[in-house]
């Protein structure tokens, strides 16, 4: 009932197919169940400062069951977790590009992709989940 | 004068009584009057990412006095301690579920809690310190 | 398979009963399969330098599928893992007091003590694993 | 005159064979030329306290552009380097299992691995430098 190295590459090469496709290289991640790495590409190319917040995003969305698109709603100023992203020694991301990976409508891990614009990630995140 | 960890225990379990009804698992964390953790629980399926949360919840009550909510509300940005939640390590919890506990009008302690909306923390963290 | 709040509260109650045996006031942690937090308590007395360091032991302990007292044996300077202690942000425990807790042979969560001689910290995680 | 992906991932899948003749499951990472992670993966059943170690080991491989084994010989109590673990946030791997990646005579990059004893680690690392 988590992510195995296998389900991460199935993940990733999903989620290497749409950046392709959208043309900008990234940073992809996946975490199991219990948060923790699992795999990491950064593809050609993709900006170094990403390879951690792919970690950070994907960590995020096993930690709080949500994707940090939704979580980042919910974090801006004046909303009820404002504040959230300095918690966790800083690991709490809060900007589009991390989603849960469900099975049997439970999660049990999650992708993280850093290296373009918000919609971006979010995008190639979700040819990700859609992969697993 | 200070918590005690029969007190944390009776706390916690006013606390989870009140999650229970809400029906949302939580991370409750109480911490003493020198800020530091007497005791903590994760109830089954609550966020791994609120473990660090509650405690930080806690120890930020106790940090300032004040309830992280009245806090929040002070630290948003143009008021006046915006910017309080990176200092200290990043560990100033600025969002609803922490709560201080006073015995005789002295502040005590802390209870914190995370793994909901704001409010529901808010409500299960209240149901804790009422048990104290 | 992991380890629920029932499994962590029968591993702290046996490991606090040993504890008393002992005489000396201790921090007790466990963590599930994740290496996540389940619960902690703090003896009253115990040191507060030990919070910390009870849920690095446990952390630790399932992090490598050892107890911190072997990983301690293969990390003094000259054994093949001397400098682990500072990797994954410090929190790699290298003495005493550490133990895994297993299902049907496989690691499931660990138990972490700290708060007396790394003797009786050890003593009081085996008494606590054994409750598991 | 970097590591790109598709160079990481084929001193993975040659790290990755290693590994499984050895019969431990790893922790293998590469990073480029700038210490940066190129790719990640962690094999079933290894541990997650290895993820962090096996991408210090390729960094601090690259850093120095020296085998972790040696600069351990190094910095142990008394050697020339003792103390270096704890610089650069405590992210110098100080034990076997990091090898740098050359290219003409250059070091563009390096490997990485933990999951096992240190001689099986760098077992697993020379087979993944063998595969660049």
Redesign the interface.
């Known amino acids: 009932?988590s992510v195995?190295?296998e389900d991460?590459?199935r993940v990733i090469a999903a989620a290497e197919a749409k950046a392709d496709e959208v043309g900008q290289p990234m940073n992809i991640a996946v975490v199991?169940?219990?948060?923790?790495?699992?795999?990491?590409?950064?593809?050609?190319g993709a900006w170094?400062g990403s390879?951690d917040i792919s970690i950070s995003k994907a960590?995020?969305s096993?930690?709080?069951?949500i994707s940090t698109k939704d979580l980042g709603d919910n974090s801006q100023?004046?909303k009820?977790?404002?504040?959230?992203h300095?918690?966790?020694?800083?690991r709490?991301a809060i900007f589009a590009g991390g989603i849960p990976l469900s099975r049997d409508g439970v999660v049990v891990g999650a992708v993280g992709v850093s290296g373009g614009s918000g919609e971006q990630d979010h995008a190639v995140a979700e040819a990700g989940a859609a992969g697993f």
Chains 1, 2, 3, 4 share one sequence.
């Open positions: 009932m195995t190295l991460a590459r199991d169940a219990g948060g923790n790495l699992v795999a990491h590409i950064r593809q050609d170094i390879v960590w995020t096993r930690a709080f069951d100023p004046g009820q977790f404002f504040g959230i300095t918690t966790n020694g800083g709490v």
